[in-house]
T-cell receptor, first 112, second 110 residues
Framework: NAGVTQTPKFQVLKTGQSMTLQCAQD?????MYWYRQDPGMGLRLIYY???????DKGEVPNGYNVSRLNKREFSLRLESAAPSQTSVYFC???????????FGPGTRLTVL | RKEVEQDPGPFNVPEGATVAFNCTYS??????FFWYRQDCRKEPKLLMS???SGNEDGRFTAQLNRASQYISLLIRDSKLSDSATYLC???????????FGTGTQLKVEL
C-alpha cells in the first residue's frame, strides 16, 4: 500500500499561471481533504470531500477548485496563481467520522 | 481567538526528561481529539488519538478535560528521536473536519 500519494513534490509558478495538484489514496477511504500549511498559521482546510461525488469548502477556499474524480482521487486546481498561494499543500484521507486522517508527503508550491 | 491553541515553544529538554504540552480548544462541540507529530518538511503523522478521559501508549500519555476544554500530552524518558513539532487537533465530527493547532516544537538534546 502506498497510502496517500501527491504529485508534484515541488512546483514553481509565475503569477497568473494555472496548475492542478494531484492526490490519490489506495486505502478505500471515503473522505479526502486538501490543506495548506504556512509558517505560524498551522494547517488550514481548503476543501474536503466527505464521499465520492461531494465536495465542500473549508476554511480558506478562495482561489481554489477541487474535483473528486473517483473514490481514489481528489485534485486541487489553482486557476490563476497568486504569490499568496505560495505554501505547502497536503492531501489527506480518512475512513470516516472520528477516524484519523492519513497525509500525503506534500507539494511545495512557490508562486513568483 | 484560535479554535485550537498551543504554546509554540520551542521546548528544549535533555534526553531522559519528562515534558508536557498543553492545548486548549474553543469549540465545545468538538468530539474527537488527536495528537499528530510532524518532522521538519514532512507530513503530519498520527501519534495518538485521545478518548474520553485520556489514554497511554508506551512513553506517551494523553489527557482530555472536557469541562476545561483542555488536552495534554506527556512524554516520559525523552529520546533524541522525539524531536519534532507536536500538533494538537480537534474534530467537530461533521465530515470529519479537523482543526489543527499551530504546533509545539520539541528539541531533545544530549
Amino acid at each position: 500500500n502506498a497510502g496517500v500519494t501527491q504529485t508534484p513534490k515541488f512546483q514553481v509558478l509565475k503569477t497568473g499561471q494555472s496548475m492542478t495538484l494531484q492526490c490519490a489514496q489506495d486505502m478505500n477511504h471515503n473522505s479526502m481533504y486538501w490543506y495548506r500549511q504556512d509558517p505560524g498559521m498551522g494547517l488550514r482546510l481548503i476543501y474536503y470531500s466527505a464521499s465520492e461525488g461531494t465536495t465542500d469548502k473549508g476554511e480558506v477556499p478562495n482561489g481554489y477548485n477541487v474535483s473528486r474524480l473517483n473514490k481514489r482521487e481528489f485534485s486541487l486546481r489553482l486557476e490563476s496563481a497568486a504569490p499568496s498561494q505560495t505554501s505547502v499543500y497536503f492531501c489527506a484521507s480518512s475512513g470516516g467520522a472520528r477516524d484519523e486522517q492519513f497525509f500525503g508527503p506534500g507539494t511545495r508550491l512557490t508562486v513568483l | 481567538r484560535k479554535e485550537v491553541e498551543q504554546d509554540p515553544g520551542p521546548f528544549n529538554v535533555p534526553e531522559g526528561a519528562t515534558v508536557a504540552f498543553n492545548c486548549t480548544y474553543s469549540n465545545s462541540a468538538s468530539q474527537s481529539f488527536f495528537w499528530y507529530r510532524q518532522d521538519c518538511r514532512k507530513e503530519p503523522k498520527l501519534l495518538m488519538s485521545v478518548y474520553s478521559s485520556g489514554n497511554e501508549d508506551g512513553r506517551f500519555t494523553a489527557q482530555l478535560n472536557r469541562a476545561s476544554q483542555y488536552i495534554s500530552l506527556l512524554i516520559r524518558d525523552s529520546k533524541l528521536s522525539d524531536s519534532a513539532t507536536y500538533l494538537c487537533v480537534a474534530s467537530t465530527g461533521g465530515g470529519n473536519k479537523l482543526t489543527f493547532g499551530t504546533g509545539t516544537q520539541l528539541k531533545v538534546e544530549l
